[in-house]
Every structure is written in structure tokens, then in C-alpha cells.
């Protein structure tokens, strides 16, 4: 509190006449006979209490109404801020954070609320006065000060605001109010005023809250909470779209999970409809619980190999903006896989150490309604067959091949082709050395260097395990989660001693420590090596259940590991990738709004080429093309964050610190005299005369209160 | 001039002429000749021996037994039945509080005295007999009741003599008072009752028992009832001397709640035990009070 005129306060000096008149009047009894006291006596006791009490009121309503005189005399003004303490002089340092977080986007009443918001900011800047300094920022994710510093402009403050459009991102509170406080903290001699314009959402609030100690701040800067919105409208939104499996192949039905949520004290029934390169494929009726998240499936069908554009929405209510969800997949075609296994010997029975490859990937042995279609081959009959055909070809315990296979090989590797190689009886590790590795030069087909047979697979006196497995690697990631199988528990009765190469990555080691599966990226393919067979004569792992997800994840991981993925990401947030110097050429983003952005690319090591964007602000699907625009590289979905679309308001009182400014359009003072008021504080000199007058009243009727009759 | 021409300064001839016409009436049967009005259960006239008891200051000495006294070394007085219609007892509580004199003209004792006077009068008119009693803080003095307008000067003399002074002890007095009276007769208390109400009403029950006729005036000045002060007051006790200091104006309303409730409080105890309680308010002329005692004791006795 301050006073206007302070000298004024030594009236309360005059507290002093009602004290003395008091114990004055105290003093002056008449005597007076009378008969017997016995009866006066008993009143006396019965009377003296309440007498006190009363001349101690009546003492204490005067020395108000003595203090109530001077301090209106004093003009005093009362003010929740620091601001208000200090003398009206004084010039003010203020930042105005404008919420535009998605959530800002939902109408009331037919009223969006984002303009509210920025209404109540150009009203907050229009009380900037001669010699105040401002700047204005984003609440949104990440947040930012549009002017990284206080100016004196006021227009062009105001006219950043006009133009500051709804971003469809999250809130995150602390990259927007942590940098204002920082620019204010200096500035000492100035009012000191961070204005927060939001709806409050709770998943906002709450995490800042939790994270920063807002008590600490420092005491001389206001912070003040300007609500927009009166209360959290009911909501519904997609929150999650995904494929539910590893890889999409054409033609083979696959389970798209849908994850609605409804914000809202009902039950309410959504509407889903799926649609697949724009076009209505699927509908469902789905009915979820009140403040419930459900998760759907629909079985979708993807014909067109290369990127798709899925679109789940449902229909649209106060926040539209979350009611639908964009989801870019890869279609690939059935994968082809070459097998080739060990010539079988003249008179003698077919030679079937595939055959636990060929069951695992395609255990009915059929071409359609399977994700492999897998061929198996001798050596011999693989010599005029095109490796380009095929996605995967595996290599399967061969004694010796042809310089002619070889060579075909290493191109289809270099060229972009899998090879997985399993060792077996019939492997002599100085042929392959010699002819796989060391007389290809740089093209070398094996990533690790195989040396002495270790174990005993006649006597299986020792069983080894795999440890060390690389769960982190596409091969093994779907044994991470618990309950999925464990291939540690296969037991390998013999093996090879293998050195990896140094680009090499190991998979799995032997339980002694030994390598035991090594993977190398060899030119734009990679070949992976088993050190022991494919059949049950070394290991008994074919026969466990983990061998089938093994290869089926290992053979996916191959022939996706080419393909640029971009898995979807929020608004604003940077996508980069590295692509080769080939499809680097003239790369391009095209927009959900149909705008092209080229992209700037860095060129790095091997020629590989880096590029990174952030023009990511829309919701929707984007490519990424090349060639200009002729080919399509990739593409990713830009989906608005989940917590978002939960419009639950916080409870100011939660949020230590803020002073609120709340302004109900058309009812009490305009948001413009509230922020006046907190800046200035309240002249109490009205409300100090007006309490004077009441206690007046009262000290007049209670001194008068016939606690007697007087005398007619 | 004045005095001369009057008994006693508490007889005013103007009240007296008025009272004229006015009776004495028991309430109840009470022992006497037909000389009187009065009705008597007993046949026939006589002067008998009754009993004796102890002497009490007041008594004549002529009365007392001297060949008991021979015998014991104790005063004993010979009593005998009285041969007169009604005996009259006219008690006078003579504490320090009776002197109080407010706004009117005479203190609480006068207007007693006087009250007292006018009825001793009266009754020894038609040939009742009256004796006067009077306490404080126990008995002062008793006159024994006699016939005669002979004994209405002692009467007077006695209460013209008395000053107010002493603090209240009405229990006692009465006690002794109530030992003194052996023949059932009428008895009549003059009080400010400024002592503990149920002690008071305890003891004139007492009394009533021993089948004595009670009538009680309750002696109270215009200032006690209406308690009219209104500043900050030292009151000084007429009794004990003592003194409090208090806000007159504050204390009022309370103060007149209990005595209020006190006047209820006997007017209530008392009428349900037969006794006659009549407030004399001393600003009150003193022809109302003793009309309103005289039309009291007619209703009673036609019933």
C-alpha cells in the first residue's frame, strides 16, 4: 500500500481523543444513597461483562473511524502487485505471452477463443504508456519472444500480434515464460509485468507447474493470468493412427489401430472414417466412455505400392482442428526371396537344410496372401536366374560357387540387394575368405573373416547359447518386450570363429564371448552372417519358437532399411534425414496445403547428402520429393499432439505466483481498467470515506443501543 | 401547635376520619369475645392461667412469676388466655434501609410508622388489642398488646422513638417475634425485606402455621421500584456502609428485572401460604394503601 499524501498520517495521532474521553468520563460518579445494594449488587455482576465488552467496542469503532479519516486523507492505494507499490512514476517493462497453442483453437459460443485471446493482448498493449517497454511471444511448442527484446514501438507490437496466427502445436509454458522472465530480470527500476493469455489447460499447466518452482520468482516482476474462455467445451478427437504390423505388403490386409478420445462427462458415439490416398475407403461407428480413450481397428487394404496417405477422422465439434489424423505408409510389393542350398549329390535324396527357412517365411508354400514368396535353388540351377528379382537371397551352408555367382552377388549386393549367409559342415573358411572376401577388394560379400569350427555337433556335449543380443537392432527389437520369446534359450552345439569386419555390427555373441550373428552394410545393400547352420544339425534353435520372428524381422529390416522412414511427428518439429547424392537432386517438401518448399541439402561424407527442415507447422501429409518433383523419396504425417484435445481447465489456485485478470465481456470493469488498476493499484480514499460513514452508523446505533430505557 | 393538637405526628386526623368507616376484619376465626366483631370458637369469659415463658426485653415486669423466679433464678412471666377479641401485632423492621427518603416526603420508616399508627389506631377503636414489634438485626423493642385508646400512645411513643439504623436480619427477628406470640391473633409485618427472600418467606410460613393472621406490607420507596438514575453512580448502602460504583443507566434494566422478579417472587410464595402481601409505595398517598388493605381484608372475610 501507498499513500498519495503520507503526512496526512500523522492524524493518527488523533486515536488519542476517543482514548482519553473514555477513561475520562470514566471518572466522574455522583453519590447517591440508596437502601440496600444487595439488588444492585447482583446487577452489577450481571451487567459489569457485557459493559466492558461494550465501552471497549465502542473505544475501538472510534479509533477506526479516527484511522479510516486520516488514511483517506492520505489517499492510499492497495495493489496484489509489485507493480502497485511502486510510486505511478515509475515506468513499466512488460512482456505479453499470447497462448496460440492448438488448444486456443476451439470456439464458444460461437466466439473463438483465440481471438479473445488476442483481443485481450492488443487491449494490454494499448495501456503501454510513454516510456513503457514491451515485447510480445508465443505460447506454444516450443514457444518463442517475437522480440527477442523490449522495444518502445507500441504499433509494431500491436501489429505483431494481429498477425500471429493459431499454430496446431502443443503448449510447452516454459520455452515462452522462462526467456521473458530472463529479459525482465534486469530491469529493476522499471514495473516489471509478464501477461499470460491462455485457456489454461491442465495438460499445459501442469507439467510447468510440477517442473518449476514458481514461488521463486523473483518477487519484483509480476506475473499475471489472463483467462480466455469461460469453460472446457466437450471434445472429441483422434488421437493415434497406426499400422499394426512390421511391413505392408500389396494386397495384404493389414490392421490400422484408430485411438479416439473423448473429453466430455457423456458417452458419446464417433464416426470413423478411413481414407486412403483421399479416398472414403472404411466407416465405423465407435462409442466411447465419457473421459475415455478407446482404441479401434479397421482392416484396411493397400493396393499401390510406395507411399500412402491415411486419414482417420471423425466428425467435427468445438475443436476441430484434432478430429482428424494423417498416417504415411510405405506399401511394398510381396517380398521375393532366393534361397540357395547345397547341390544335392547324384543318387542321392534332394538336399533340404533350407527347409526351415522356406517353412519360416512361408510355411504354406504359397505366392499369394503371404508377405514372402520364397525360392529355393542349388547353386547349379541359380546360374541364369536375374538376383535382381529378389529382395533377399540367402546363402546356405555351399562349399564352393561360381566366380560367375560371385561376381553376380557382390553387384546385386552393391547394387541394393540382402544376403544372408549360414555356415554349415561344408563351409571351408579359407575358400570363403579368399573367395568372398579378399579377391573382391572393396566389394567383398561377408562382413566378418571365418576361421576354426568351434563345438561338436555329433557328441552335443556343449550347447551354446546367444548372449549380448542386440535388441535394439530391427532383427531382435521385437524380442524386447517381455512375453515375446527369448532366442537366448536356443542352445548352438557347433559354430564357426568369426572376426567382424570393422564397419561390421554384431548382433548376438556366443555365451563364451565368441561372435555369433555379424551384420555390415555392404554399398547400398547389406549381408548378414550366421555362424552356424540353418537346419537342426548345429542348433536346435529352427525348431523354437523364435526362429520365425527372427527371420521374418531380419528380412523386413533388410529390404526396409532402404527406404527413407519418417515416422510422424508434431507440428513445428525439425525433420531431417540423409539420403544418397542420387536422390538428392532437387529435393523438395511439398505441403498439406499443396505448397512446394525446396529444401536445402547439405552434401557429406561418402556422398550422402543431409538436409533438415522445419517448415513443419501444418497438420496433414507431406512428401518429400526428388528430381523435381518427379519422384517420390518419402513422405511423413504431421499430427497435433494428443494432450491437446483435453480442454480440462486448471485451477488457478494451483498456479502459485499469478494474479489473475479475469474479464467476463459486458459485466464489471474492461480488461483495460483491470490492467490499469494492477499497474497503478486501487485508490482506497472512496472505499476509506465510505467505511468511515458506515462506522458512523454503527458507532451511532450501537452507542445508542438501549441496553437501558432512559428516563422519560 | 401542631403536635400538640395531634397523639402523634404519624396520626393524621384527615386520614383517620377517613379510615372511620373503616373495620378491622380477621381473615379467619380467630379467639375473642363478641365484643369485637370478631366470631370465637370458645364459650363464655374467662381469665385463666395459660402457661408460662421465658422473659424478652418489653415485657412488664408486674407480669413476671417471681415465686418461679425464687425457685430457678430465671424470669418467667405468668401468661394468661386474653380476654379481648383480637390480638394485633404490629412488626417494624427498623434496618438501616428503612431510613431511605427519595423524591416524596417521608422516609420508608415515616411511611411505615405511619401505616402502622393509623391500623393501631383502628384497631384499638373497636376494642382489639395491639402490641408493636420492632427489629433490625434482631428484636429492639416489643410492646405486648393491649386494649384501650390509652395503649395507642405507648404505641406511638415507641415508634417515634425508633431510629433506623443496623443491617437486616429478618429470619431472626422473626424467630423471636414468633416465640413472643402465643395467642393467635392477626400480625403485621412493615419491611423493606432487604434480606434473603427465602429465608423471609420460610419464616413467615413458620409463622402461618402456628395459625397467626399475616399480612405483609412490603415497605418499598418510588426509587427503589423505578430505579430512576441514569449517570455514573457511587450508591452508598444505608445498611452495611458500603459503596459500588456502576453505570446507573446501564444497570437499570437489570436492576428492575430483579426487583420485579423479587415483588413476584413473594407476592406468589406468600399468597399460596395465605399470607396478605401488599406493596406500600412510599410516593403512593397513604389513605390508597390502607384502603387497598381494608377492601383486601373485606373480600377475604366474605368469603
Known sequence: MTFASPWFLLGILGIAVPIYLHLYYRKTPVRKDFP??????????????????????????????????????????????????????????????????????????GISVFNTARARALDILDQMQPGDRATVGLINDPGRLIFPQLTWDQETLKKSISNVPLSMAGTNMASSILPALKLLAPLKTYRRVIYVITDMTESSWQPFIEKYDLAKVEQGIDLVMVPVGDTAPDNMAVTGLEAEAPVIMSGRQVPLKVTLANHSQRSRKARVTISINGERKLEEEVEIEANAVKDTRIMANFNVTGMNQVTAAIQNDAMPFDDQR???????????????????????????????????????????????????????????????????????????????????????LMAGGNLITFLGNRVEPEWYNKHLIDDLGGAYLLPARIYKRVGNAVSKNVGYQMTDIDIGHPAFSVF????????????????????????????????????????????????????FSADTSWTNWPVRPTWLPFLHQTLIAMITANELAISSIRPGMPVSATVTGDDAREMLLKQPDGSQLKLAAQTGAQGLVHFTTRDTDQTGYYKILSDAGKRTLSAFAVNPPPEESKLERINLRRIPRFIPLAHEPGRGRSVKEKVSLLRDGYDLSGAALLALLLLAVIESWFANLPTARRIE | MEKTRRLSRFLDPKLLAALSSMEIRARTVVEGMVEGLHKSPFKGFNVEFSEYRQYVPGDPLKDIDWKVYGRTDK???????????????????????????????????????????????????????????????????????????????AVCNELEATKASEVTNIGASLDLVGQSMKKRGIFILFSDLMDNAEVIIQKLRQLRTRRHEIVLFHVLDRDEISFPFDDTTIFHDLEDESEIVTDAFQLRTEYLRRVKHLMNTFKSALRKSGIDYLIADTSMPLEANLRSFFSRRQAVSAR
Open chain 1, 36 to 109: 440496600s445494594l444487595r439488588l444492585i449488587r447482583l446487577s452489577v455482576e450481571f451487567v459489569a461483562r457485557r459493559k466492558k465488552i461494550r465501552n471497549l467496542l465502542l473505544m475501538a469503532l472510534r479509533i477506526i473511524a479516527i484511522i479510516l479519516v486520516v488514511m483517506a486523507l492520505a489517499k492510499p492505494f492497495l495493489g496484489q502487485s509489485a507493480s502497485a507499490s511502486n510510486s505511478s512514476d515509475t515506468p513499466a517493462a512488460f512482456v505479453v505471452l499470447l497462448d496460440n497453442s492448438m488448444s486456443m483453437g476451439c470456439t464458444h459460443q
Open chain 1, 326 to 412: 494423417h498416417l504415411a505408409v510405405r506399401v511394398f510389393e510381396p517380398c521375393r526371396v532366393l534361397l540357395i542350398k547345397p547341390d544335392s549329390l547324384p543318387g542321392q535324396p534332394e538336399n533340404r537344410e533350407d527347409i526351415f527357412v522356406r517353412f519360416a517365411l512361408n510355411p504354406l508354400n504359397r505366392n499369394k496372401d503371404n508377405n514372402f514368396a520364397v525360392e529355393s535353388r542349388s547353386a547349379v540351377e541359380a546360374r541364369g536366374i536375374d538376383l535382381k528379382n529378389y529382395a533377399v537371397v540367402g546363402l546356405i551352408n555351399q562349399r564352393h560357387l561360381e566366380p560367375e555367382l560371385i561376381k553376380r552377388l557382390s553387384d546385386y
Open chain 1, 480 to 531: 524386447a518386450r517381455d512375453g515375446s520369446g527369448d532366442p537366448g534359450r536356443a542352445q548352438i552345439f557347433e559354430f564357426f570363429q568369426v572376426r567382424p569386419n570393422p564397419t561390421a555390427l554384431l548382433l548376438t555373441r556366443m555365451s563364451h564371448g565368441l561372435p555369433g550373428i555379424v551384420e555390415e552394410k555392404r554399398g547400398r545393400g547389406r549381408s548378414m552372417l550366421v555362424t
Open chain 2, 75 to 153: 424470669f418467667y412471666i405468668k401468661e394468661h388466655e386474653e380476654e379481648t377479641n383480637l390480638s394485633g401485632y404490629l412488626v417494624m423492621d427498623t434496618s438501616g434501609s428503612m431510613s431511605y427518603k427519595g423524591q416524596g416526603s417521608m422516609s420508608k420508616i415515616d411511611y411505615a410508622s405511619t401505616l402502622a399508627a393509623s391500623l393501631a389506631y383502628l384497631m384499638l377503636k373497636q376494642q382489639d388489642s395491639v402490641g408493636l414489634v420492632t427489629f433490625a438485626n434482631g428484636l429492639r423493642r416489643m410492646i405486648r398488646p393491649r386494649t384501650g385508646m390509652a395503649h395507642l400512645k
